[in-house]
Nanobody, 122 residues
Framework: QVQLVESGGGSVQAGGSLRLSCAAS????????MAWFRQAPGNEREFVAR????????YYADSVKGRFTISRDNAKNTVYLQIISLKPEDTAVYYC???????????????WGQGTQVTVSS
């Protein structure tokens, strides 16, 4: 019912920046919050940032606070993740997800995109 498509990933040097996009289509009105997660090889999927469609209320993981900014354009049904001062440890596949409630638990997000690769070199 809901399709999420990420874009904007790529390979950058440490200290660089990227802007990731997540385009949503389908019955998007059933979802309350949109979030970004990331997963590096050998690691578990971790929460990055969350935003609500209605108020734009934001919440960030401590590990990315200050460098990552989540935003949304309701008219375009698109959520963004602006990343600055990228570090090698930010290297991961970044996924966007949609949930029907305010949560940071991956298991409670019902829709997921395919992911976009972010690679940061020293």
């Amino acid at each position: 019912q809901v399709q999420l498509v990420e874009s904007g990933g790529g390979s950058v040097q440490a200290g660089g920046s990227l802007r990731l996009s997540c385009a949503a289509s389908g019955r998007t009105f059933v979802n309350y919050a949109m979030a970004w997660f990331r997963q590096a090889p050998g690691n578990e999927r971790e929460f990055v940032a969350r935003i609500t469609w209605s108020s734009g209320m934001k919440y960030y993981a401590d590990s990315v606070k200050g460098r990552f900014t989540i935003s949304r354009d309701n008219a375009k049904n698109t959520v963004y993740l602006q990343i600055i001062s990228l570090k090698p440890e930010d290297t991961a596949v970044y996924y966007c997800a949609a949930a029907a409630s305010l949560t940071v638990r991956a298991l409670e997000y019902r829709y997921w995109g395919q992911g976009t690769q972010v690679t940061v070199s020293s």
